[in-house]
Protein backbone atom coordinates (compact mmCIF):
# COMPACT_ATOMS: atom_id res chain seq x y z
CA UNK A 1 0.00 0.00 0.00
CA UNK A 2 1.18 3.24 -1.14
CA UNK A 3 1.40 5.85 1.82
CA UNK A 4 0.92 9.38 -0.46
CA UNK A 5 0.35 12.15 2.45
CA UNK A 6 3.55 12.40 2.21
CA UNK A 7 4.29 13.12 -1.75
CA UNK A 8 4.07 16.62 -1.90
CA UNK A 9 3.94 16.76 -5.87
CA UNK A 10 0.81 13.75 -5.48
CA UNK A 11 -0.98 16.54 -3.73
CA UNK A 12 -0.69 19.04 -6.75
CA UNK A 13 -2.74 16.84 -9.29
CA UNK A 14 -6.21 16.20 -10.44
CA UNK A 15 -8.00 13.54 -9.73
CA UNK A 16 -7.29 11.44 -12.79
CA UNK A 17 -3.26 12.63 -12.49
CA UNK A 18 -3.35 10.91 -9.11
CA UNK A 19 -4.90 7.71 -10.79
CA UNK A 20 -2.17 7.76 -12.84
CA UNK A 21 0.01 8.59 -10.58
CA UNK A 22 -0.93 5.66 -8.58
CA UNK A 23 -0.38 3.11 -11.24
CA UNK A 24 3.18 4.30 -12.45
CA UNK A 25 4.13 4.57 -8.91
CA UNK A 26 3.05 0.74 -8.24
CA UNK A 27 4.60 -0.88 -11.42
CA UNK A 28 7.99 1.28 -10.84
CA UNK A 29 8.31 -0.38 -7.19
CA UNK A 30 7.72 -3.32 -8.66
CA UNK A 31 10.28 -2.96 -11.28
CA UNK A 32 7.51 -3.43 -14.03
CA UNK A 33 7.65 -0.43 -16.57
CA UNK A 34 4.75 -1.46 -19.15
CA UNK A 35 1.49 0.37 -17.75
CA UNK A 36 -1.73 0.35 -18.66
CA UNK A 37 -4.14 3.29 -18.33
CA UNK A 38 -7.26 4.28 -19.85
CA UNK A 39 -6.58 7.86 -19.70
CA UNK A 40 -6.65 10.78 -22.36
CA UNK A 41 -4.13 13.77 -22.63
CA UNK A 42 -6.64 16.07 -21.92
CA UNK A 43 -7.43 14.46 -18.55
CA UNK A 44 -3.48 13.73 -17.55
CA UNK A 45 -0.48 14.73 -18.36
CA UNK A 46 1.68 12.37 -18.28
CA UNK A 47 4.93 13.67 -18.46
CA UNK A 48 3.94 15.53 -15.67
CA UNK A 49 2.73 13.06 -13.52
CA UNK A 50 5.93 10.85 -14.12
CA UNK A 51 8.07 13.83 -13.08
CA UNK A 52 6.22 14.11 -9.83
CA UNK A 53 6.87 10.12 -8.90
CA UNK A 54 10.06 10.13 -9.74
CA UNK A 55 10.45 13.46 -7.63
CA UNK A 56 8.24 12.09 -5.05
CA UNK A 57 10.15 8.48 -4.69
CA UNK A 58 13.57 8.56 -4.17
CA UNK A 59 13.84 5.21 -3.78
CA UNK A 60 12.78 4.68 -7.45
CA UNK A 61 16.93 5.16 -8.32
CA UNK A 62 16.72 3.09 -11.30
CA UNK A 63 14.45 4.81 -13.37
CA UNK A 64 15.06 8.03 -15.21
CA UNK A 65 12.57 10.89 -16.36
CA UNK A 66 13.70 10.81 -20.21
CA UNK A 67 12.49 6.82 -20.43
CA UNK A 68 9.31 7.12 -20.79
CA UNK A 69 7.24 6.40 -24.30
CA UNK A 70 3.52 7.12 -25.01
CA UNK A 71 3.28 5.94 -28.38
CA UNK A 72 0.66 2.99 -28.15
CA UNK A 73 -2.95 4.12 -26.59
CA UNK A 74 -3.64 3.57 -23.21
CA UNK A 75 0.14 1.89 -22.25
CA UNK A 76 3.54 3.40 -21.12
CA UNK A 77 6.15 1.83 -21.54
CA UNK A 78 8.91 3.01 -19.26
CA UNK A 79 12.70 1.83 -19.42
CA UNK A 80 14.19 1.55 -16.38
CA UNK A 81 18.11 2.39 -16.37
CA UNK A 82 20.15 -0.34 -17.60
CA UNK A 83 22.30 -0.20 -14.64
CA UNK A 84 21.08 -2.53 -12.37
CA UNK A 85 20.17 -5.91 -12.59
CA UNK A 86 16.88 -7.12 -10.45
CA UNK A 87 19.88 -8.65 -7.44
CA UNK A 88 21.42 -5.33 -7.19
CA UNK A 89 18.24 -3.27 -6.55
CA UNK A 90 17.06 -5.57 -3.53
CA UNK A 91 20.94 -5.10 -2.48
CA UNK A 92 20.98 -1.16 -2.52
CA UNK A 93 17.11 -1.23 -0.93
CA UNK A 94 18.64 -3.77 2.19
CA UNK A 95 21.36 -0.99 2.47
CA UNK A 96 18.52 1.81 2.33
CA UNK A 97 16.31 0.14 4.81
CA UNK A 98 19.52 -0.18 7.01
CA UNK A 99 19.81 3.48 7.20
CA UNK A 100 16.42 3.97 8.05
CA UNK A 101 16.39 1.52 11.05
CA UNK A 102 19.45 3.44 12.50
CA UNK A 103 17.04 6.31 13.61
CA UNK A 104 14.47 3.99 14.68
CA UNK A 105 14.84 5.80 18.77
CA UNK A 106 13.92 9.30 17.48
CA UNK A 107 10.54 9.73 17.81
CA UNK A 108 10.51 13.68 17.70
CA UNK A 109 10.82 15.07 14.03
CA UNK A 110 13.04 18.17 14.44
CA UNK A 111 15.59 16.03 16.81
CA UNK A 112 15.12 13.27 13.70
CA UNK A 113 16.36 16.31 11.26
CA UNK A 114 19.23 16.99 13.44
CA UNK A 115 20.46 13.47 13.60
CA UNK A 116 20.01 12.97 9.93
CA UNK A 117 21.48 16.22 9.11
CA UNK A 118 24.97 15.11 11.50
CA UNK A 119 24.42 11.59 9.44
CA UNK A 120 24.65 12.43 6.10
CA UNK A 121 27.62 15.31 7.36
CA UNK A 122 29.65 12.68 8.79
CA UNK A 123 28.93 9.52 6.60
CA UNK A 124 29.35 11.32 3.31
CA UNK A 125 31.67 13.39 0.84
CA UNK A 126 30.23 16.04 -1.50
CA UNK A 127 31.96 14.85 -4.73
CA UNK A 128 31.14 16.60 -8.22
CA UNK A 129 33.15 14.49 -10.41
CA UNK A 130 32.39 11.17 -12.32
CA UNK A 131 33.27 9.65 -14.96
CA UNK A 132 30.92 7.89 -17.47
CA UNK A 133 27.22 7.81 -17.27
CA UNK A 134 26.67 5.20 -14.67
CA UNK A 135 29.01 7.15 -12.16
CA UNK A 136 27.63 10.38 -12.98
CA UNK A 137 23.78 9.04 -12.41
CA UNK A 138 24.77 7.21 -9.22
CA UNK A 139 26.66 10.43 -7.86
CA UNK A 140 22.85 12.18 -8.52
CA UNK A 141 20.95 9.28 -6.66
CA UNK A 142 21.22 7.72 -3.05
CA UNK A 143 23.22 4.75 -5.03
CA UNK A 144 26.52 7.32 -4.90
CA UNK A 145 25.93 7.43 -1.02
CA UNK A 146 25.27 3.16 -0.45
CA UNK A 147 27.74 2.48 -2.89
CA UNK A 148 30.82 5.17 -3.32
CA UNK A 149 29.73 7.39 0.11
CA UNK A 150 29.70 10.42 -1.80
CA UNK A 151 27.04 12.32 -3.74
CA UNK A 152 26.04 15.56 -4.82
CA UNK A 153 23.58 17.61 -3.26
CA UNK A 154 20.38 15.38 -4.92
CA UNK A 155 21.83 12.54 -3.36
CA UNK A 156 21.94 13.71 -0.05
CA UNK A 157 18.61 15.45 -0.56
CA UNK A 158 17.09 11.90 -1.56
CA UNK A 159 18.27 10.29 1.11
CA UNK A 160 16.49 12.44 3.43
CA UNK A 161 13.58 12.17 1.38
CA UNK A 162 13.59 8.37 2.11
CA UNK A 163 13.99 8.28 5.89
CA UNK A 164 11.08 11.31 5.66
CA UNK A 165 8.32 10.60 4.00
CA UNK A 166 8.71 6.44 4.85
CA UNK A 167 8.24 7.99 8.73
CA UNK A 168 4.98 9.93 7.13
CA UNK A 169 7.07 13.49 7.26
CA UNK A 170 5.64 15.60 4.22
CA UNK A 171 8.67 17.13 2.51
CA UNK A 172 9.16 18.36 -1.45
CA UNK A 173 12.27 17.79 -3.32
CA UNK A 174 13.34 21.22 -4.51
CA UNK A 175 15.64 22.38 -7.80
CA UNK A 176 16.38 25.60 -8.11
CA UNK A 177 19.20 27.57 -10.35
CA UNK A 178 21.80 29.52 -9.17
CA UNK A 179 21.66 33.26 -9.24
CA UNK A 180 25.26 33.97 -10.18
CA UNK A 181 25.29 34.60 -14.00
CA UNK A 182 28.92 33.77 -13.84
CA UNK A 183 28.55 30.12 -12.50
CA UNK A 184 29.09 26.72 -15.16
CA UNK A 185 26.11 26.07 -15.80
CA UNK A 186 26.27 22.20 -15.54
CA UNK A 187 26.84 23.42 -11.84
CA UNK A 188 24.46 25.76 -11.67
CA UNK A 189 21.58 23.81 -10.32
CA UNK A 190 21.17 22.83 -6.91
CA UNK A 191 18.62 20.51 -5.16
CA UNK A 192 17.51 20.61 -1.48
CA UNK A 193 14.10 19.84 0.68
CA UNK A 194 11.75 21.71 2.04
CA UNK A 195 10.23 19.91 5.21
CA UNK A 196 6.91 20.44 6.78
CA UNK A 197 6.67 20.85 10.34
CA UNK A 198 3.24 21.53 12.20
CA UNK A 199 1.12 23.61 9.14
CA UNK A 200 4.28 25.20 7.92
CA UNK A 201 7.35 23.40 5.40
CA UNK A 202 11.02 24.73 6.26
CA UNK A 203 13.75 24.72 3.52
CA UNK A 204 16.35 22.31 4.91
CA UNK A 205 19.32 22.40 2.64
CA UNK A 206 22.04 19.86 3.83
CA UNK A 207 24.69 20.51 1.13
CA UNK A 208 24.98 23.96 2.52
CA UNK A 209 25.55 22.57 5.83
CA UNK A 210 27.75 19.74 4.87
CA UNK A 211 30.25 22.12 3.16
CA UNK A 212 30.87 24.17 6.35
CA UNK A 213 31.19 20.51 8.25
CA UNK A 214 34.59 19.14 8.89
CA UNK A 215 32.73 16.71 11.09
CA UNK A 216 29.83 16.40 13.29
CA UNK A 217 31.38 18.90 16.08
CA UNK A 218 31.70 21.98 13.53
CA UNK A 219 28.52 21.47 11.66
CA UNK A 220 26.67 25.13 11.55
CA UNK A 221 23.28 24.77 10.77
CA UNK A 222 22.83 27.57 8.46
CA UNK A 223 20.32 26.50 6.12
CA UNK A 224 18.70 24.22 8.15
CA UNK A 225 14.95 25.18 8.12
CA UNK A 226 15.10 28.63 6.76
CA UNK A 227 12.99 30.96 4.46
CA UNK A 228 11.94 31.55 1.17
CA UNK A 229 13.06 35.41 1.79
CA UNK A 230 16.93 33.81 3.08
CA UNK A 231 17.11 30.71 -0.21
CA UNK A 232 15.97 33.05 -2.57
CA UNK A 233 19.00 35.77 -1.73
CA UNK A 234 21.11 33.27 -3.70
CA UNK A 235 18.69 30.84 -5.94
CA UNK A 236 15.73 31.21 -8.11
CA UNK A 237 13.09 28.30 -8.20
CA UNK A 238 10.01 27.87 -10.80
CA UNK A 239 6.95 29.49 -9.26
CA UNK A 240 4.69 27.10 -11.28
CA UNK A 241 5.57 24.08 -9.60
CA UNK A 242 6.11 24.99 -6.19
CA UNK A 243 3.63 27.69 -6.35
CA UNK A 244 2.18 26.83 -2.67
CA UNK A 245 5.28 26.05 -0.86
CA UNK A 246 5.77 28.81 1.26
CA UNK A 247 8.38 29.04 3.84
CA UNK A 248 7.94 31.66 5.85
CA UNK A 249 7.90 30.86 9.51
CA UNK A 250 11.02 30.66 11.83
CA UNK A 251 9.98 28.43 14.51
CA UNK A 252 11.43 25.55 13.54
CA UNK A 253 14.72 26.90 12.39
CA UNK A 254 17.32 25.84 14.38
CA UNK A 255 18.63 28.44 16.08
CA UNK A 256 15.25 29.41 17.06
CA UNK A 257 14.78 25.94 18.23
CA UNK A 258 17.71 26.02 20.50
CA UNK A 259 17.34 29.48 21.72
CA UNK A 260 20.36 30.29 20.05
CA UNK A 261 18.68 33.38 17.88
CA UNK A 262 20.50 36.65 19.99
CA UNK A 263 18.91 39.86 19.92
CA UNK A 264 21.29 41.32 22.31
CA UNK A 265 25.26 41.72 22.81
CA UNK A 266 24.54 40.75 26.49
CA UNK A 267 22.40 37.65 25.14
CA UNK A 268 25.60 36.53 23.48
CA UNK A 269 27.75 36.62 27.05
CA UNK A 270 24.95 34.52 28.47
CA UNK A 271 24.80 31.85 26.10
CA UNK A 272 28.12 31.51 26.18
CA UNK A 273 28.56 31.58 29.76
CA UNK A 274 25.61 28.84 29.98
CA UNK A 275 27.01 26.84 27.18
CA UNK A 276 30.23 26.95 28.75
CA UNK A 277 29.02 25.17 32.03
CA UNK A 278 26.96 22.35 30.57
CA UNK A 279 29.67 21.44 27.29
CA UNK A 280 31.41 18.47 27.39
CA UNK A 281 34.90 18.69 28.97
CA UNK A 282 36.39 15.54 27.76
CA UNK A 283 36.04 16.21 24.15
CA UNK A 284 39.10 18.25 23.10
CA UNK A 285 36.61 20.59 21.00
CA UNK A 286 33.32 21.85 21.72
CA UNK A 287 31.48 24.47 19.38
CA UNK A 288 28.73 26.76 20.25
CA UNK A 289 26.78 27.83 16.88
CA UNK A 290 24.38 30.79 17.33
CA UNK A 291 23.20 33.23 15.26
CA UNK A 292 22.28 37.08 16.37
CA UNK A 293 19.55 39.86 15.42
CA UNK A 294 20.62 41.75 11.94
CA UNK A 295 21.30 45.11 14.50
CA UNK A 296 24.03 43.39 16.33
CA UNK A 297 25.23 41.44 13.82
CA UNK A 298 28.96 43.32 13.81
CA UNK A 299 32.18 42.86 14.53
CA UNK A 300 31.96 44.49 18.39
CA UNK A 301 29.97 41.65 19.12
CA UNK A 302 32.86 39.27 19.80
CA UNK A 303 33.55 41.40 22.30
CA UNK A 304 31.33 39.96 24.50
CA UNK A 305 32.48 36.46 24.17
CA UNK A 306 33.99 35.55 27.51
CA UNK A 307 37.54 35.96 28.05
CA UNK A 308 40.10 33.00 28.15
CA UNK A 309 40.18 34.40 32.00
CA UNK A 310 36.83 34.49 32.33
CA UNK A 311 36.30 30.82 30.67
CA UNK A 312 38.85 29.36 32.93
CA UNK A 313 36.99 30.80 35.59
CA UNK A 314 34.00 28.83 35.12
CA UNK A 315 36.00 26.14 34.30
CA UNK A 316 38.30 26.49 37.54
CA UNK A 317 36.21 23.09 39.45
CA UNK A 318 36.56 20.77 36.61
CA UNK A 319 40.00 19.89 36.51
CA UNK A 320 39.97 21.38 33.25
CA UNK A 321 41.71 24.51 31.02
CA UNK A 322 40.70 26.50 28.25
CA UNK A 323 44.26 28.28 26.20
CA UNK A 324 43.74 31.95 24.93
CA UNK A 325 44.77 30.78 21.58
CA UNK A 326 41.69 28.14 21.41
CA UNK A 327 38.95 30.33 19.91
CA UNK A 328 37.52 30.95 16.80
CA UNK A 329 34.92 33.34 16.16
CA UNK A 330 32.72 33.34 12.38
CA UNK A 331 30.18 35.79 10.77
CA UNK A 332 28.86 34.73 7.29
CA UNK A 333 27.14 38.19 7.11
CA UNK A 334 23.91 36.63 7.81
CA UNK A 335 23.75 36.85 11.83
CA UNK A 336 25.77 32.84 12.11
CA UNK A 337 28.54 32.66 14.39
CA UNK A 338 30.33 29.63 15.97
CA UNK A 339 32.45 29.92 18.55
CA UNK A 340 35.10 27.20 19.24
CA UNK A 341 36.17 25.97 23.26
CA UNK A 342 38.86 23.89 23.12
CA UNK A 343 39.40 22.21 26.40
CA UNK A 344 42.53 20.06 28.13
CA UNK A 345 42.57 17.91 31.36
CA UNK A 346 44.74 19.85 33.49
CA UNK A 347 47.85 17.49 34.16
CA UNK A 348 50.51 19.53 36.52
CA UNK A 349 52.94 17.36 37.14
CA UNK A 350 56.62 17.63 37.98
CA UNK A 351 59.24 16.51 35.27
CA UNK A 352 62.67 15.56 36.13
CA UNK A 353 65.72 14.70 34.24
CA UNK A 354 69.22 13.41 35.77
CA UNK A 355 72.13 14.54 34.14
CA UNK A 356 75.31 12.28 35.91
CA UNK A 357 79.36 12.70 34.96
CA UNK A 358 80.09 10.70 31.86
CA UNK A 359 83.25 8.65 34.37
CA UNK A 360 86.71 8.23 33.19
CA UNK A 361 88.30 7.12 36.48
CA UNK A 362 87.94 3.60 37.88
CA UNK A 363 84.35 1.38 38.03
CA UNK A 364 83.10 4.25 35.98
CA UNK A 365 79.52 2.36 35.89
CA UNK A 366 79.13 1.25 39.62
CA UNK A 367 79.83 5.29 39.75
CA UNK A 368 77.05 6.13 37.66
CA UNK A 369 74.84 3.47 39.21
CA UNK A 370 75.08 4.86 42.45
CA UNK A 371 74.49 8.43 41.04
CA UNK A 372 71.29 7.74 39.96
CA UNK A 373 69.98 5.48 42.69
CA UNK A 374 70.68 8.32 44.94
CA UNK A 375 68.81 10.62 42.78
CA UNK A 376 66.18 8.23 42.30
CA UNK A 377 65.67 8.00 46.16
CA UNK A 378 64.37 11.63 45.88
CA UNK A 379 61.37 10.57 44.03
CA UNK A 380 57.93 12.65 45.08
CA UNK A 381 54.45 11.54 44.20
CA UNK A 382 52.91 12.00 40.65
CA UNK A 383 56.52 12.97 39.59
CA UNK A 384 57.44 11.48 36.06
CA UNK A 385 61.33 11.17 36.15
CA UNK A 386 63.79 10.31 33.36
CA UNK A 387 67.52 8.70 33.65
CA UNK A 388 69.74 8.61 31.18
CA UNK A 389 70.68 5.57 28.46
CA UNK A 390 72.46 2.89 30.09
CA UNK A 391 71.76 3.54 33.11
CA UNK A 392 73.43 0.35 34.31
CA UNK A 393 76.53 0.71 31.84
CA UNK A 394 77.40 4.27 31.15
CA UNK A 395 80.64 6.02 31.65
CA UNK A 396 82.56 3.96 30.08
CA UNK A 397 83.54 3.34 26.10
CA UNK A 398 85.21 0.13 26.29
CA UNK A 399 82.49 -2.90 25.30
CA UNK A 400 84.03 -5.30 27.49
CA UNK A 401 83.14 -3.27 30.82
CA UNK A 402 79.69 -2.34 29.45
CA UNK A 403 78.81 -6.30 28.56
CA UNK A 404 80.51 -6.64 32.56
CA UNK A 405 77.55 -4.76 33.56
CA UNK A 406 74.72 -5.77 31.90
CA UNK A 407 73.73 -7.98 34.74
CA UNK A 408 73.13 -4.63 36.95
CA UNK A 409 70.10 -3.82 34.85
CA UNK A 410 67.99 -6.14 37.16
CA UNK A 411 69.37 -3.64 39.95
CA UNK A 412 68.37 -1.18 38.38
CA UNK A 413 64.61 -2.01 37.37
CA UNK A 414 63.91 -3.25 40.58
CA UNK A 415 65.18 -0.13 41.96
CA UNK A 416 63.11 2.12 39.53
CA UNK A 417 60.01 -0.35 40.12
CA UNK A 418 60.16 0.13 44.10
CA UNK A 419 60.41 3.69 44.10
CA UNK A 420 57.61 4.62 41.44
CA UNK A 421 55.03 2.13 43.82
CA UNK A 422 56.59 3.91 47.46
CA UNK A 423 56.06 7.17 46.09
CA UNK A 424 53.00 6.75 43.65
CA UNK A 425 55.20 7.98 40.77
CA UNK A 426 56.21 7.26 36.89
CA UNK A 427 59.85 6.52 36.41
CA UNK A 428 61.92 5.78 32.75
CA UNK A 429 65.03 3.65 33.09
CA UNK A 430 66.73 2.72 30.19
CA UNK A 431 69.60 -0.63 30.73
CA UNK A 432 71.85 -2.27 28.24
CA UNK A 433 70.68 -5.85 29.00
CA UNK A 434 70.56 -9.39 28.20
CA UNK A 435 66.94 -10.51 27.73
CA UNK A 436 65.47 -13.33 25.16
CA UNK A 437 69.27 -14.29 24.65
CA UNK A 438 69.85 -11.49 22.89
CA UNK A 439 71.73 -8.14 23.81
CA UNK A 440 68.66 -4.71 23.84
CA UNK A 441 69.12 -1.31 24.47
CA UNK A 442 65.82 -0.75 26.33
CA UNK A 443 63.54 1.62 28.19
CA UNK A 444 61.38 0.38 30.99
CA UNK A 445 58.20 2.76 31.91
CA UNK A 446 57.28 2.36 35.68
CA UNK A 447 53.33 3.39 36.64
CA UNK A 448 52.67 4.01 39.97
CA UNK A 449 52.01 0.38 40.93
CA UNK A 450 55.68 0.08 40.52
CA UNK A 451 54.99 -2.38 37.64
CA UNK A 452 56.02 -1.94 34.28
CA UNK A 453 53.84 -0.10 31.90
CA UNK A 454 55.89 -0.66 28.38
CA UNK A 455 59.53 -1.37 27.21
CA UNK A 456 60.90 0.10 24.27
CA UNK A 457 64.12 -1.43 22.41
CA UNK A 458 66.12 1.20 20.56
CA UNK A 459 65.40 0.66 16.69
CA UNK A 460 67.93 3.00 15.28
CA UNK A 461 71.93 1.29 16.09
CA UNK A 462 75.04 3.23 15.79
CA UNK A 463 78.34 1.47 14.74
CA UNK A 464 79.21 0.86 18.68
CA UNK A 465 76.36 -1.02 19.28
CA UNK A 466 76.08 -2.57 16.03
CA UNK A 467 79.50 -4.10 17.05
CA UNK A 468 78.22 -4.91 20.68
CA UNK A 469 75.81 -6.69 19.35
CA UNK A 470 72.85 -5.20 20.37
CA UNK A 471 69.14 -6.19 18.76
CA UNK A 472 67.48 -3.49 17.13
CA UNK A 473 63.70 -3.13 18.39
CA UNK A 474 60.45 -3.72 16.33
CA UNK A 475 59.37 -0.12 15.99
CA UNK A 476 56.71 -0.22 19.05
CA UNK A 477 57.52 3.14 20.65
CA UNK A 478 54.05 4.29 22.32
CA UNK A 479 51.44 3.82 24.91
CA UNK A 480 48.94 5.50 26.88
CA UNK A 481 48.57 4.95 30.70
CA UNK A 482 46.44 6.94 33.08
CA UNK A 483 45.39 9.38 30.52
CA UNK A 484 48.81 10.25 29.81
CA UNK A 485 50.37 9.74 25.65
CA UNK A 486 53.74 8.51 26.12
CA UNK A 487 56.26 7.97 23.37
CA UNK A 488 59.92 6.71 23.52
CA UNK A 489 63.42 7.63 21.43
CA UNK A 490 66.64 6.60 22.25
CA UNK A 491 69.74 8.52 21.79
CA UNK A 492 70.38 7.86 17.94
CA UNK A 493 67.00 7.57 17.30
CA UNK A 494 66.88 11.63 17.16
CA UNK A 495 68.56 11.98 13.98
CA UNK A 496 65.64 10.15 12.50
CA UNK A 497 62.51 11.50 10.28
CA UNK A 498 60.50 8.48 9.79
CA UNK A 499 60.07 7.42 13.53
CA UNK A 500 59.55 11.40 14.60
CA UNK A 501 56.63 11.50 12.18
CA UNK A 502 55.13 8.29 13.82
CA UNK A 503 55.25 9.36 17.06
CA UNK A 504 53.63 12.65 15.52
CA UNK A 505 50.83 10.87 14.60
CA UNK A 506 50.26 9.08 17.77
CA UNK A 507 49.84 13.02 19.66
CA UNK A 508 51.63 12.37 22.65
CA UNK A 509 51.63 14.30 26.10
CA UNK A 510 55.97 13.10 26.68
CA UNK A 511 58.42 12.12 24.43
CA UNK A 512 60.88 10.39 26.85
CA UNK A 513 64.66 10.23 25.78
CA UNK A 514 67.02 8.34 27.46
CA UNK A 515 70.31 9.78 25.74
CA UNK A 516 74.24 9.35 25.41
CA UNK A 517 75.15 11.47 22.48
CA UNK A 518 78.63 11.77 23.53
CA UNK A 519 80.14 12.92 20.28
CA UNK A 520 77.84 15.65 19.23
CA UNK A 521 78.02 19.43 19.24
CA UNK A 522 75.62 20.95 22.18
CA UNK A 523 73.95 23.12 19.24
CA UNK A 524 72.62 20.71 17.46
CA UNK A 525 71.03 18.49 20.90
CA UNK A 526 69.32 21.26 21.29
CA UNK A 527 68.35 21.60 18.50
CA UNK A 528 67.08 18.33 18.25
CA UNK A 529 65.18 18.47 21.30
CA UNK A 530 63.12 21.84 20.39
CA UNK A 531 62.06 20.77 16.76
CA UNK A 532 61.35 16.90 18.10
CA UNK A 533 58.82 18.98 20.89
CA UNK A 534 58.01 21.52 18.61
CA UNK A 535 56.94 18.98 15.73
CA UNK A 536 55.42 16.59 18.32
CA UNK A 537 53.26 19.15 20.18
CA UNK A 538 54.47 17.59 22.92
CA UNK A 539 57.05 17.37 25.82
CA UNK A 540 60.09 16.47 25.36
CA UNK A 541 62.34 15.28 28.88
CA UNK A 542 66.14 14.00 27.59
CA UNK A 543 68.57 12.72 30.50
CA UNK A 544 72.17 12.38 28.97
CA UNK A 545 75.46 12.81 30.33
CA UNK A 546 77.73 15.64 30.96
CA UNK A 547 80.94 15.46 29.16
CA UNK A 548 82.82 17.88 31.10
CA UNK A 549 83.37 21.78 29.81
CA UNK A 550 83.67 20.64 25.54
CA UNK A 551 81.28 21.36 23.08
CA UNK A 552 79.84 18.01 22.92
CA UNK A 553 77.37 15.77 24.88
CA UNK A 554 75.44 16.89 28.31
CA UNK A 555 72.39 19.21 27.16
CA UNK A 556 69.99 16.95 29.47
CA UNK A 557 66.52 19.39 29.03
CA UNK A 558 63.04 19.53 29.08
CA UNK A 559 61.21 21.10 26.37
CA UNK A 560 57.90 22.36 25.86
CA UNK A 561 55.22 22.16 22.93
CA UNK A 562 56.05 25.50 21.36
CA UNK A 563 59.41 24.97 21.04
CA UNK A 564 61.12 26.27 24.08
CA UNK A 565 63.52 24.58 26.18
CA UNK A 566 62.67 25.43 30.06
CA UNK A 567 65.11 23.59 31.71
CA UNK A 568 68.68 22.91 30.31
CA UNK A 569 71.68 21.43 32.87
CA UNK A 570 74.03 21.98 29.85
CA UNK A 571 77.68 20.73 31.46
CA UNK A 572 76.69 20.40 34.95
CA UNK A 573 75.77 17.62 37.06
CA UNK A 574 72.63 17.05 39.00
CA UNK A 575 69.02 17.30 38.52
CA UNK A 576 66.43 19.28 36.66
CA UNK A 577 62.50 19.72 37.31
CA UNK A 578 59.66 21.74 36.16
CA UNK A 579 56.12 21.81 37.43
CA UNK A 580 53.71 21.82 34.07
CA UNK A 581 50.44 21.25 32.93
CA UNK A 582 51.63 17.82 30.64
CA UNK A 583 48.26 18.41 28.21
CA UNK A 584 49.03 21.93 27.38
CA UNK A 585 49.42 22.02 23.59
CA UNK A 586 50.83 24.71 20.72
CA UNK A 587 48.31 26.48 19.06
CA UNK A 588 49.24 28.63 15.98
CA UNK A 589 47.91 30.67 12.90
CA UNK A 590 46.83 28.39 10.00
CA UNK A 591 48.65 30.59 7.77
CA UNK A 592 49.04 34.46 8.22
CA UNK A 593 45.78 35.58 10.15
CA UNK A 594 44.17 32.26 9.62
CA UNK A 595 42.58 30.04 12.37
CA UNK A 596 44.55 29.18 15.43
CA UNK A 597 45.24 25.04 14.85
CA UNK A 598 47.06 22.55 16.37
CA UNK A 599 50.69 23.25 15.65
CA UNK A 600 51.27 19.38 14.67
CA UNK A 601 48.12 19.68 13.09
CA UNK A 602 49.23 22.77 10.40
CA UNK A 603 52.14 20.40 9.47
CA UNK A 604 50.05 17.29 9.37
CA UNK A 605 47.54 18.91 7.13
CA UNK A 606 50.48 20.03 4.33
CA UNK A 607 52.34 16.92 4.33
CA UNK A 608 52.54 15.45 0.59
CA UNK A 609 55.02 12.57 0.59
CA UNK A 610 53.51 11.41 -2.65
CA UNK A 611 54.75 14.48 -4.45
CA UNK A 612 58.37 12.73 -4.28
CA UNK A 613 58.19 9.40 -5.01
CA UNK A 614 58.47 10.64 -8.49
CA UNK A 615 62.28 11.74 -7.52
CA UNK A 616 64.04 9.10 -6.89
CA UNK A 617 67.26 10.06 -4.69
CA UNK A 618 70.43 10.30 -6.78
CA UNK A 619 73.10 8.42 -6.03
CA UNK A 620 76.57 9.38 -5.94
CA UNK A 621 77.74 9.40 -9.45
CA UNK A 622 74.79 9.68 -10.89
CA UNK A 623 74.33 12.80 -13.95
CA UNK A 624 72.50 15.45 -13.33
CA UNK A 625 70.93 18.16 -15.04
CA UNK A 626 73.15 21.34 -14.17
CA UNK A 627 70.87 24.72 -13.58
CA UNK A 628 72.06 28.41 -14.18
CA UNK A 629 71.68 30.01 -10.82
CA UNK A 630 71.28 33.72 -10.95
CA UNK A 631 73.64 35.24 -8.99
CA UNK A 632 71.84 39.17 -9.41
Partial sequence: MLRLNTRYFYSKLNKYEKRL????AKSLLKESYVINHDLTWDKANMIEVFSAVIDDFPELFYVQNSYIDWGVPFVLKVRGIQFYKHEEIV????ELDKIYHKFDSITDPFELQV???????KEYTYCDSYRGPKTRQEMHSIVGLIKRK??????????AQYIFQRRGIPTAYVVAESKDKDIDPEKSAHAWLAIKHGDSYYHWDITSIHTEARDEETTQYSRFNVTDEEMQVEYDYPSKRYYDLVCNKKEYNYSYKRGLYLKTNEEIRQACQKFIKEMDYTKETNWL?????PEIDTEDSKKYIPTPEEINEILKDTGYGFSKYNS???RDGQGYFRCKFTTKRKRPMKLTVIQPKYHWEESPCKNVREYLL????HLEGDEIMVLPEYSNAGGTKDPEVERENLSFAKEMKESASREAKKKSAYVAVNVLEKRGGKIRNSTYLYGKDGEVVFVYDKVHLPPAEKDLGVERGTGECTCVHDDIRFAFMTCYDVYFNEQIEHIAKFKPDIIIVP?????????IIKAQATLLAYRCNAYVLRSSYTMGKDNLGGCTLIATPIGKIVANLGKEEGTASINENIKQKCYRPAGFGGEFVLNDKFIDDGLCPEAFKAFPSRGRGTATTKRKVSTN
Avoid: H, M, P
Wanted: contains cysteine; charged residues 25%.
Fill in 21 to 24: YRQI
Fill in 91 to 94: KIRK
Fill in 115 to 121: AVTDFIC
Fill in 150 to 159: RGVCSAFSQL
Fill in 289 to 293: NFRVA
Fill in 328 to 330: FFY
Fill in 374 to 377: EKLS
Fill in 515 to 523: GYQRGEQVD
